[in-house]
């Protein structure tokens, strides 16, 4: 409640007169009074025509082929409006509601002639809406497919309220007034989408579960939900449309400090669809089993992008930023950064990156790239073929030279030999560069595929291309020179002229290929 709100509670409560602070407080009040006196009016007659009378016997027989038990209906006021296009107006205007009340409650529509009004919800099964208190504030209602007055059919499965001066959608949820004590007790909220979904839940004993009513998640609810928990499990149903509304929910929920774990029910089941096949036991194993938001989102982003190609991988990691953008706790945080990038296999430092373009990263500076992280570290050697494999992929001119100075016994790993012997085929240049989903895709080992998918996230400026090209040439030849030596002399110990021979040739092949650049 409102602070306002409490206090008139309690006063209520104890007969004491709360004097209204002016005379538009006076009026809002008698207003709210009037729909709240309305509302438990309809709770009763809507109730009482789904259990009390013939026309509600229809009603009755669809709740029970959805295995709705009598105390359910008792306990959530279940019922009924006649399919008659006036039934309820004229029942409420001889309990003596004007019309203006009628229509402040959401209750008729007015129709095309000027004094002509009707029932808004007709030949539907009605769902009261209660405050947390239990104070009736609003309906929902269900068409049944069975009714053949024309005044019944309708297109939209479920109508609700509208938004009242004692309604808000932004600010309810369905069944939180039955549900609140559950909550508190097993210390975490279930929430649905619908109404048969948390019915079906709290008559299998599930009765720590809530459900938004109509409307996208909202800030509202989150606080809502706060005043009575801190860990929500998110039920909502398994298809894309649910899914998209679980994820969108998912950011509200933690930005506002909730722990959110996610309820994956299998073939595209609601709740209630797999509460009616299985028993209460198997659906709390799967709520205790719910993922964590984490491990929600790596699987959702690894089913909507290829983790094996640079563009996907990058659009995995914007998709998880958004998420991760919203948790306040930086420990909790920096742990699930380092859960990304450990199962992208991308730097924790490229993820900081981008949450620092959101304002959401660090308090600390950080000055080293956001690479592809390599499962291992490269030697001194391998270091230097990296670069320049870099260097010819931002750089695609130089590719052909580089063919004149080096084959591919000058690198020492094999995802370098891939990728150079993939370059000099020269198939993969375009205007203006290279077709790197084309060359990427043809790689067949990680490392050749890292490289380029590590160029592709870095996002920075090719280098001096021919500088690091004559650098690494050189170096390599080194390195080259270096590693031959050590091998002529392990096979020729003893054997000196063998040697000094073998050792000649080196020097004229390297002078040869110095002259010729």
Not at 209 to 224: F, I, M, N, Q
Not at 373 to 395: G, H, V, Y
Request: aromatic share 8%.
């Amino acid at each position: 409640m409102t602070y306002p709100e409490a206090i008139g509670f309690v006063a209520a409560k104890y007969g004491v007169t709360i004097p209204e602070s002016g005379k538009d407080g006076g009026v809002a009040t008698l207003v709210k009074d009037k729909l709240h006196e309305l509302n438990k009016f309809a709770v009763d007659y809507y109730h009482k025509t789904l259990t009390s009378t013939a026309a509600g016997k229809v009603a009755l027989t669809y709740l029970k082929e959805r295995d709705i038990r009598d105390n359910i209906v008792q306990s959530f006021k279940l019922g009924f409006a006649l399919p008659s296009w006036d039934a309820f107006l004229k029942a409420a205007e001889k309990k003596g509601f004007s019309i203006k009340t009628l229509q402040q409650g959401g209750f008729i529509l007015q129709g095309k002639n000027t004094g002509n009004y009707y029932d808004r919800f007709r030949g539907r099964v009605m769902f009261p809406i209660f405050d947390p208190r239990g104070e009736p504030i609003g309906f929902g209602g269900r068409t049944m497919g069975l009714s053949e007055n024309p005044a019944a059919k309708s297109d939209i499965k479920y109508m609700n309220s509208p938004e009242t001066p004692i309604y808000n959608k932004s600010r309810s949820l369905y069944n939180l007034n039955l549900a609140n004590q559950a909550i508190r007790k097993e210390g975490f909220a279930i929430l649905t989408e619908g109404y048969m979904d948390t019915i079906s839940c709290f008559q299998a004993g599930i009765q720590n579960v809530v459900a938004s009513l109509g409307t996208s998640l909202s800030d509202g609810h989150v606080s809502l939900l706060k005043r009575y928990t801190d860990e929500v499990v998110i039920a909502y149903d398994s298809d894309s449309a649910g899914t998209a509304a679980a994820s969108r929910g998912l950011n509200l929920l933690i930005r506002g400090g909730l722990r959110v774990r996610i309820l994956a029910l299998s073939d595209d089941k609601d709740p209630d669809d797999f509460l009616r096949q299985n028993d209460a036991d198997t659906f709390r194993e799967l709520v205790s089993k719910a993922s964590d938001l984490l491990d929600y989102k790596l699987d959702k982003v690894q089913e909507k992008f290829d983790i094996n190609s640079a563009d996907g991988k990058k659009r995995m990691v914007e998709d998880l930023v958004e998420t991760l953008a919203n948790l306040d706790n930086q420990i909790e945080k920096s742990e699930y950064v380092r859960k990304c990038a450990q199962r992208l296999n991308v730097e924790e430092d490229y993820i900081w990156q981008q949450l620092d373009q959101m304002g959401a990263g660090k308090r600390v500076r950080r000055s080293t790239q956001p690479t592809l992280k390599p499962d291992r570290k490269l030697s001194a050697c391998e270091t230097i073929e990296r670069r320049l494999l870099e260097c010819l992929i931002q750089n695609p001119q130089y590719i052909a030279r580089t063919h004149l100075h080096l084959t591919k016994e000058d690198f020492s790993n094999p995802g370098h030999v891939e990728l150079a012997e993939l370059l000099w085929r020269d198939n993969y240049q375009e205007e203006g560069g290279l077709d790197l989903g084309k060359l990427i895709n043809e790689c067949t080992t990680k490392e050749s595929r890292d490289i380029i998918s590590g160029l592709i996230l870095r996002k920075n400026s090719p280098p001096d291309g021919e500088a690091v090209l004559n650098g690494c040439i050189k170096k390599l030849r080194e390195y080259r020179e270096r590693e031959f030596r050590r091998s002529v002399r392990k096979e020729n110990k003893g054997d000196s002229l063998s040697m000094a021979r073998q050792l000649m040739e080196l020097r004229q092949r390297t002078k040869s290929t110095t002259d010729n650049s």
